[in-house]
């Protein structure tokens, strides 16, 4: 059974990271067949243009364009996912501060009424001074 509590994060990380991997290499592998998809229709459609089109256009021009529009749609396709996975970082490690932070609190308020005595804790943060039952208390909140 305690092979079970050792084995089951270790897997549910690599399982994890396997998982996002593949579904980032899953939206890029769709997003090329995208890509594909259209140069294929754009160039099934480049016959069946009027002859007198390619007098007053550069038949390259529109090629090199249809080429970089491509590019550039298949770059954005690619980096949603990306920008998706980044975000999803950036909220999780907010949520680990705020849990951090809160941690620190109740140990600040603690700290503080253990300075008192008298199980008042005292208000702000830093170092100063606090009255309490008409003696002076200094405390300092930022050495250990």
Do not use: C
Request: glycine share 10%; charged share 25%; hydrophobic share 40%.
């Amino acid at each position: 059974m305690e092979f079970i509590y050792l084995f089951l994060p270790k897997f549910a990380v690599k399982l994890t990271l396997y998982g996002t991997v593949n579904y980032r290499n899953i939206f890029n592998y769709a997003a090329q067949d995208q890509i594909l998809r259209l140069r294929g229709k754009f160039l099934r459609s480049v016959p069946h243009q009027d002859m007198s089109w390619f007098d007053f256009n550069q038949s390259g021009e529109v090629a090199s364009h249809m080429n970089e529009d491509l590019t550039k749609m298949g770059d954005g396709l690619g980096e949603k996912n990306i920008k998706k996975l980044k975000i999803a970082n950036e909220f999780l490690s907010k949520v680990e501060e705020h849990v951090e932070n809160l941690s620190l609190d109740k140990n600040l308020i603690f700290y503080q009424r253990e300075m008192t005595g008298e199980g008042k804790a005292i208000s702000g943060f830093g170092v100063g001074e606090g009255e309490v039952n008409g003696r002076v208390v200094y405390q300092d909140n930022f050495s250990s």
